[in-house]
């Protein structure tokens, strides 16, 4: 996961290092540090300071901007997006520039300053998901998945009514995709697989209708959640956006889940604003994040939303969804 990414900025740190060292502004000075805390009056004369020299380096905000040149390109290659490299770059502007660097340190002080920028790039609270649904008192919690075609969205569902079964939290799936042919027989085959029932109408039938029957199915069964499919949609086509939008004002759920395929990089960071407000997303599902090498989608897609990943598809099978941890990324990009 994210290897390109990594190779990237760890060959993009090297080289700002190196130029630091060498085109910086050298400073030496004189440093005094008590090397050993006196226990009395007596031991105060005898034990003196160490007085050390210290080499520091410092890099103008015109030497910055052209060293910050290789890690932008190095970003921009995996797909990072623009309002992140931006907000990296002041990030390291604020914490470089005009400021004393040990110059045998220069290295892990670059990393350390992209190591924070990063971690502050997750920062939108996450939802305890299991837990919100053990906690609501009316039953049952309801979530819609939302999502372009193919990014994943009906193989996530059947993923998390495992994980769901995994923890004794009984579950109902509605097939609320009425629009693609085939779409309601996938979801039946993954039903089948994980052992849940899927509450279904015909094709062309009006998927809030749909998701009304399984939220009233749910109610007179003591069921605990509800997982309601939608139809793959663009923003360009209107009637299905409105079509989500009524989903939505129907079933009233309590997290609206948009489901992305991480290795499309920008394009899904796009169409995570787009859903994002169309209706208003509560947390994102990224799908194919283990086959995903640039992983500039992870770094970039909560920072724009300003919404919470919750989980990342890590392989075919109902199990291969892991909850999101931030350090697991900051770890995968060498920045430890």
């Known amino acids: 996961m994210f290897k390109f990414l990594k190779e990237k900025l760890k060959s993009a740190i090297s080289k700002i290092s190196e130029s630091v060292e060498r085109e910086g502004e050298i400073e030496e000075k004189i440093v005094e540090k008590p090397i050993e805390e006196p226990q009395s009056k007596e031991e105060k004369g005898y034990f003196a300071k160490l007085k050390e020299?210290?080499?520091?380096?410092?890099?103008?905000?015109?030497?910055?901007?052209?060293?910050?040149?290789?890690?932008?390109?190095?970003?921009?290659?995996?797909?990072?997006?623009?309002?992140?490299?931006?907000?990296?770059?002041?990030d390291l502007k604020e914490q470089l520039v005009e400021k004393p660097i040990t110059r045998t340190k220069v290295e892990d002080t670059i990393v350390l300053a992209l190591k924070d920028s990063i971690k502050d790039l997750f920062q939108n609270k996450s939802i305890d998901l299991f837990q919100e649904i053990k906690d609501k008192k009316e039953k049952p919690y309801v979530i819609a998945f939302f999502g372009i075609n193919g990014?994943?969205?009906?193989?996530?569902?059947?993923?998390?009514?495992?994980?769901?079964?995994?923890?004794?939290?009984?579950?109902?799936?509605?097939?609320?995709?009425?629009?693609?042919?085939?779409?309601?027989?996938?979801?039946?085959?993954?039903?089948?697989?994980?052992?849940?029932?899927?509450?279904?109408?015909?094709?062309?039938?009006?998927?809030?209708?749909?998701?009304?029957?399984?939220?009233?199915h749910a109610k007179a069964k003591n069921i605990d959640a509800v997982l309601i499919d939608t139809a793959g949609r663009?923003?360009?086509?209107?009637?299905?956006?409105?079509?989500?939008?009524?989903?939505?004002?129907?079933?009233?759920?309590?997290?609206?889940?948009?489901?992305?395929?991480?290795?499309?990089?920008?394009?899904?960071?796009?169409?995570?604003?787009?859903?994002?407000?169309a209706v208003g997303i509560d947390g994102i599902i990224l799908a194919k994040a283990d086959v995903d090498e640039k992983?500039?989608?992870?770094?970039?897609?909560?920072?724009?939303?300003?919404?919470?990943?919750?989980?990342?598809?890590?392989?075919?099978?109902?199990?291969?969804?892991?909850?999101?941890?931030?350090?697991?990324?900051?770890?995968?990009?060498?920045?430890?």
């Open 53 to 90: 020299k210290i080499i520091t380096t410092k890099i103008n905000e015109e030497q910055f901007e052209k060293l910050f040149f290789d890690l932008e390109l190095a970003l921009m290659e995996n797909n990072v997006a623009v309002e992140v490299i931006e907000k990296i770059k002041n």
């Open 295 to 336: 992983g500039g989608t992870a770094v970039s897609i909560s920072y724009v939303t300003k919404k919470p990943i919750l989980f990342l598809g890590t392989g075919q099978k109902y199990g291969d969804l892991e909850t999101f941890n931030s350090e697991v990324v900051i770890r995968n990009l060498g920045l430890v």
């Open 234 to 277: 663009m923003h360009s086509n209107q009637n299905l956006i409105d079509e989500m939008k009524k989903i939505i004002r129907v079933t009233k759920p309590d997290l609206k889940i948009f489901v992305g395929e991480s290795i499309t990089g920008n394009d899904c960071v796009e169409q995570a604003k787009t859903f994002n407000d």
């Open 151 to 216: 990014s994943g969205k009906t193989t996530s569902i059947a993923k998390i009514a495992q994980m769901l079964k995994d923890k004794k939290i009984s579950c109902v799936l509605a097939a609320g995709d009425t629009f693609r042919a085939a779409s309601i027989e996938q979801l039946q085959q993954h039903a089948d697989k994980v052992g849940v029932k899927v509450i279904k109408h015909d094709y062309g039938a009006d998927p809030a209708a749909v998701a009304f029957d399984a939220i009233k």
